[in-house]
């Protein structure tokens, strides 16, 4: 009885018996097409459905919408050209991503990066979950009709894009993350600015918690809706708040700890029906601790405001150049020298330089200053930008795990001793959750894709890469 | 690695060393490299290897984190890759240079094999990892699949046959998953070119 040229499970096959089967009438299953384009999908994704009256008693997934060849262009560059296409894997925090593939480049080379890069790399990544989480949980709950939340949370999302701005100087494609480091230090006030927008954002958070969290309408679509068990969860590779809400408590923040987090105090929340409604309150819960993270690490981030007088005399780069061919290199190695370099690269300047850059010449760009004003930085930067020369881990493999805002990403990156990676492979979490949706749909009414889908939190990006 | 890990309580043993220890004549090579186990295992026992992976209390490898494949037919033949191993670049006065004793191996001939499946497990009652990599011949692209014991395996291998054409024998619905069914090619093959151009299809009806 399926209709002709759909790949999809048969009337036959599905478990479900068409509601008029019983009185003896001939009943056929309603095929409907949700997607590719669809109002309430945040995404480019199509779902045939296959519904019995409301019940939904198959769903064919079709992704690929969004396939622009990451992988193949990844062998194609540098290893530093890499860093601009993970921005666009998973657009809502691309700051993870930036350092989940920083991180396994790093290993390969068995570089360490400094400290309080290690903890720069925290504090943006947890700022980037909450931006993630405050999208999800806004644009599910707009598809449920609750459109004040969605305005709320986007204005608290857009006090953290600030923060964001502020350190990387963009609010979506950041491209922040160096393999050996990160672009520039932390802005001067950034402790002050991060503290009051998180104080903002908890407020924010609070209203929006009053209007959900016991809203009967809210309850009532999410509350055993899209339940997933444990086991199935596992079996599918799910990870992140998704499966926390089905009761594992998997986090690799936890169980196998990167960057800073083995030196910073946090919970992790998890539901225990595996519905909507849990990993609604599993994600709330994880902005808090997300907030916590960041605080904790503001606080314990080491090296603390340089006195470096920028304030003097303006030297251009042409001068710079002009000093060192005339051999005063030594001046400029030191930092009491007044240089003031373009504003754009505060913070990637030297003294900032070293601070968040590990001290590894095959890996990292040497400080601006070096490059214009002397020949083995000149020379640095020349090894390691020109083509045939760059950054060369030696042959190997490694497989990057970092705890993204959906679950585990992971990169794994093979390297054949060339200046060009020789397989970059991303582990995009949502995938996992996608490959699941049609189980976890069959047996719901359709309105309730929706909600399910909403919590899947489904990114394009790095789904279909 | 066989004959050193019987010795050892079975408690005390790395996962890739359970293996090993389980199915001598099914590890073709076994290797930990920056701290990470990987185990290469024949195609061929590799259905009752993973089987085991699952079920033994001592590994429960619950989880199929990822399943990618790796085309090693251009593998270190790039005009760049030869010099960087004679001589790597001189590191900072003050950076002594760390032994790296750690050598990375692909455990079969890169000429005979040119694909590997690579497989990462976790396990969430354990806590730990294992990268198995599974070469396949040339010749025969083929490989069992795992989609009856782990189910988010049956999209990972959908995209594994749509990029690089690797067939998962016993597979429910090994249809293309990123790309469309006309497309022709696997475009993450190596000799796949990068600016090839595919032919236009009309619509559907």
């Known amino acids: 009885m399926a209709q002709q040229g759909m790949p999809i499970v048969s009337t036959e096959e599905s478990n479900v018996p068409a509601a008029g089967s019983q009185v003896g009438l001939e ?31 198959g769903v064919d997934v079709e992704i690929g919408y969004l396939h622009r060849c990451f992988e193949k262009e990844s062998e194609r560059g540098q290893y530093n050209t890499v860093i601009p296409y993970t921005d666009r894997l998973n657009y809502v925090s691309p700051l993870i991503n930036n350092f989940g593939y920083c ?13 309080r890069c290690q903890y720069i790399r925290t504090i943006m990544c947890e700022i980037s979950r909450i931006t993630d989480h405050l999208t999800c949980v806004g644009a599910s709950a707009m598809e449920l009709g609750a459109f004040t939340v969605f305005l709320y949370m986007l204005k608290a999302r857009e006090w953290l894009y600030e923060l964001v701005e502020a350190v990387s100087g963009a609010r979506l494609t950041i491209s922040y993350g160096r393999v050996g480091g990160v672009k520039a230090d932390l ?79 946090f919970d992790v929340p998890t539901g225990r029906h595996g519905d909507n409604y849990d990993r609604y309150l ?6 808090e601790q997300s907030m916590r993270i960041v605080e ?55 003294g900032f330089h070293e601070r968040v850059n590990a001290p590894e010449k095959r890996a990292v760009l040497p400080a601006k200053e070096d490059t214009y004003g002397n020949i083995e930085g000149l020379m640095n930067h020349f090894k390691l930008i020109m083509i045939g020369h760059g950054i060369k881990p030696p042959i190997g493999e490694y497989y990057s795990a970092v705890e993204g805002a959906n679950g585990e990403l992971g990169f794994y990156v093979v390297s054949d001793g060339s200046d060009r990676p020789y397989r970059v492979r991303v582990r995009p979490p949502c995938f996992t959750i996608m490959s699941a949706i049609g189980e976890i749909l069959t047996g719901d009414t359709i309105a309730d894709i929706v909600p399910t889908f909403g919590s899947v939190n489904m990114i394009g990006g790095e789904l279909d890469r | ?119 990462h497990f976790y396990s969430s009652v354990h806590n730990h990892r294992l990268r198995v990599r599974v070469p396949l011949k040339t010749t025969d692209v083929k490989i069992p699949t795992l989609s ?19 067939v998962f024998v016993g597979h429910p619905n090994l249809r293309r998953l990123l790309l469309y069914e006309e497309f022709k090619g696997h475009p993450l093959r190596k000799d796949y070119p990068i600016t090839k151009r595919q032919p236009l299809i009309g619509p559907l009806n």
């Open chain 1, 296 to 350: 904790q690490a503001l606080v314990q981030i080491p090296g603390g405001p340089l006195n470096i007088d920028y304030e003097g005399n303006v030297i251009p780069a042409d001068v710079m150049v002009d000093e060192a061919k005339m051999g005063r290199t030594a001046g400029m190695k030191s930092p009491q020298v007044h240089v003031k370099p373009d504003p754009t690269l505060w913070g990637s300047t030297r």
């Open chain 1, 27 to 57: 009943t056929r299953h309603m095929f409907i097409n949700m997607g590719p384009s669809h109002p309430a999908m945040h995404g480019i994704v199509q779902m045939v459905t296959q519904l019995d009256g409301e019940i939904v008693v």
């Open chain 1, 282 to 287: 599993v994600r709330m819960e994880e902005m």
């Open chain 1, 103 to 115: 991180l396994a480049v790093e290993r390969l080379l068995d570089i360490e990066v400094t400290e």
């Open chain 2, 1 to 119: 690695m066989t004959q050193a890990a019987a010795g050892a309580t079975s408690a005390a043993l790395t996962p890739g060393a359970r293996v090993a220890q389980r199915f001598p004549e099914a590890v073709l090579a076994s290797l930990t490299y920056r701290g990470q186990e990987t185990l290469v295992i024949q195609r061929d026992a590799w259905a009752e290897t993973a089987a085991f992976l699952k079920s033994d209390p001592a590994l429960t490898f619950d989880v199929l984190m990822d399943l990618s494949c790796v085309d090693y037919l251009r593998f270190g033949r790039s005009r760049t890759s030869a010099p960087t191993l004679a001589t790597p670049s001189p590191l900072p006065y003050y950076m002594k240079p760390k032994e790296n004793t750690e050598k990375w191996a692909r455990g079969v001939s890169m000429d005979d094999y040119r694909f590997d499946v690579v497989y």
């Open chain 1, 187 to 265: 802005p001067k006030d950034f402790a002050e600015c991060t503290r009051h927008a998180l104080e903002e954002t908890r407020k924010v958070l609070l209203e929006c918690d009053s209007l959900l969290t016991r809203n009967r309408i809210f309850m009532d679509r999410m509350q055993g809706t899209g339940v997933v068990t444990k086991e199935r969860a596992l079996s599918y590779g799910i990870t992140g708040p998704f499966l926390r809400g089905s009761g594992v408590a998997l986090d690799v923040r936890k169980a196998q700890p990167y960057f800073a987090y083995d030196k910073i105090k």
């Open chain 2, 148 to 166: 009856d014991l782990w189910a988010g395996a049956n999209w990972f291998e959908r995209e594994a046959w749509d990029l690089f054409g690797v």
